[in-house]
């Protein structure tokens, strides 16, 4: 596995700096009951890593003491980590919005019967990753029944009222290009999947989000095992849009790996780019006193995968 890319560059990518901190996403573990061919985490079920008791805490002290937005919870499969529940209950209490990552099929774990109901009573937004609706192509980047499994963890998110036109409850999904290429519109996709989801198995879901694959981790390694990482760069360098930097996700979030370390962004965090591109690490602990509006974010030639094309972000493309 190469954990480097030859073309991580620090001078290309323009320079940006953060504004206000709205959204605190934290990575609770990197145990997954998946094992996904795009995934930029390497999680799987053979990962042990998860985020301690203490560190959960420190989480909780610096969501209330910065007056965060959102939590924005993911792994691995987050809803693994024994203090899933007890961390979206905090957050609730205190009137904090609360994203579950999702890969679906969780929801067919054992333990996770009432996984569903659960995230309702709590009202998360569940963000859920299915990258096609032909089930050969989900199977095909995810593994073999996971079309199946997916569809079933929808029918009972849709039990619960996720996504359905009277209800309140947030449920979107998350599409990702299958090799080396951007996604397609956003608006036309998901258009389409709203159309097929329905009509085949009477799915609903709210909106589409399209996210565009990262050249780092899994994918990357792929990508350069295929001889395919220098045309899929030069593929996000020429569709760079600068529009785009006022909108990715890093301006306003902060990302926290599973020991307590701060990140500009996810993608950061799995390329152990420190915070603001500092020397050495910073932990969570150090910034419950401190401000980081204004800061430098560390950039580097992955970071063209959220401004090509339409853009791409947590919450999906950033032009229409």
């Given at each position: 596995?190469?954990?480097?890319?030859?073309l991580?560059?620090?001078?290309g990518?323009?320079?940006?700096?953060?504004?206000?901190?709205?959204?605190?996403?934290?990575?609770?573990?990197?145990?997954?009951?998946?094992?996904c061919f795009?995934?930029?985490v390497?999680?799987?079920?053979?990962?042990?890593?998860?985020?301690?008791?203490?560190?959960?805490?420190?989480v909780?002290?610096?969501?209330?003491?910065?007056?965060?937005?959102?939590?924005?919870?993911?792994?691995?499969?987050?809803?693994?980590?024994?203090?899933?529940?007890?961390?979206?209950?905090?957050?609730?209490?205190?009137?904090?919005?609360?994203?579950d990552?999702?890969?679906?099929?969780?929801?067919?774990?054992?333990?996770m019967?009432?996984?569903a109901q659960?995230?309702?009573?709590?009202?998360?937004?569940?963000i859920a990753?299915?990258p096609?609706?032909?089930?050969?192509?989900?199977?095909?980047?995810?593994?073999?029944?996971v079309?199946e499994?997916?569809?079933?963890?929808?029918e009972?998110?849709?039990k619960?009222?996720?996504?359905?036109?009277?209800?309140?409850?947030?449920?979107?999904?998350?599409?990702?290009?299958?090799?080396?290429?951007l996604?397609?519109?956003?608006?036309?996709?998901?258009?389409?999947?709203?159309?097929e989801?329905?009509?085949r198995?009477?799915i609903?879901?709210?909106?589409?989000?399209?996210?565009?694959?990262?050249?780092?981790?899994?994918f990357?390694?792929t990508?350069?095992?295929?001889d395919?990482?220098?045309?899929?760069?030069?593929?996000?360098?020429?569709s760079?849009?600068?529009?785009n930097?006022?909108?990715?996700?890093?301006?306003?979030?902060?990302?926290?790996?599973?020991?307590?370390?701060?990140?500009?962004?996810?993608?950061?965090?799995?390329?152990?780019?420190?915070?603001?591109d500092?020397?050495s690490?910073?932990?969570?602990s150090?910034?419950?006193?401190?401000?980081?509006d204004?800061?430098?974010?560390?950039?580097?030639?992955?970071c063209?995968?959220?401004?090509?094309?339409q853009?791409?972000?947590?919450?999906?493309?950033?032009?229409?």
């Amino acid at each position: 596995m190469h954990d480097t890319l030859p073309l991580l560059d620090k001078m290309g990518f323009p320079e940006i700096r953060r504004g206000d901190l709205q959204t605190l996403q934290i990575n609770i573990g990197l145990k997954c009951n998946q094992q996904c061919f795009h995934c930029h985490v390497n999680s799987s079920p053979k990962r042990t890593e998860k985020m301690s008791i203490d560190t959960l805490e420190l989480v909780k002290t610096f969501l209330v003491s910065k007056n965060i937005e959102t939590l924005d919870i993911t792994g691995g499969a987050p809803e693994l980590h024994s203090e899933f529940r007890n961390l979206v209950s905090f957050a609730r209490e205190n009137n904090i919005h609360v994203i579950d990552r999702c890969n679906l099929t969780v929801l067919e774990e054992p333990g996770m019967d009432d996984l569903a109901q659960f995230l309702a009573s709590n009202n998360v937004e569940v963000i859920a990753s299915l990258p096609c609706y032909e089930s050969d192509n989900v199977d095909k980047q995810r593994g073999a029944g996971v079309f199946e499994k997916s569809i079933r963890g929808l029918e009972k998110l849709n039990k619960e009222g996720y996504g359905t036109t009277d209800s309140d409850l947030i449920l979107n999904l998350v599409f990702n290009p299958q090799g080396p290429a951007l996604p397609p519109s956003q608006e036309n996709l998901e258009k389409a999947y709203k159309k097929e989801l329905s009509e085949r198995y009477g799915i609903q879901f709210n909106q589409l989000y399209t996210l565009c694959n990262m050249p780092i981790k899994r994918f990357g390694s792929t990508l350069i095992s295929n001889d395919q990482l220098n045309d899929y760069m030069t593929l996000l360098k020429q569709s760079h849009r600068d529009e785009n930097l006022e909108n990715v996700m890093c301006r306003h979030l902060l990302s926290i790996d599973w020991q307590g370390y701060v990140y500009d962004c996810d993608f950061n965090q799995m390329l152990n780019l420190n915070l603001s591109d500092d020397k050495s690490r910073v932990h969570l602990s150090e910034l419950i006193d401190t401000d980081v509006d204004g800061k430098l974010i560390a950039v580097r030639d992955h970071c063209y995968g959220c401004t090509a094309g339409q853009g791409s972000s947590c919450g999906g493309a950033l032009q229409a």
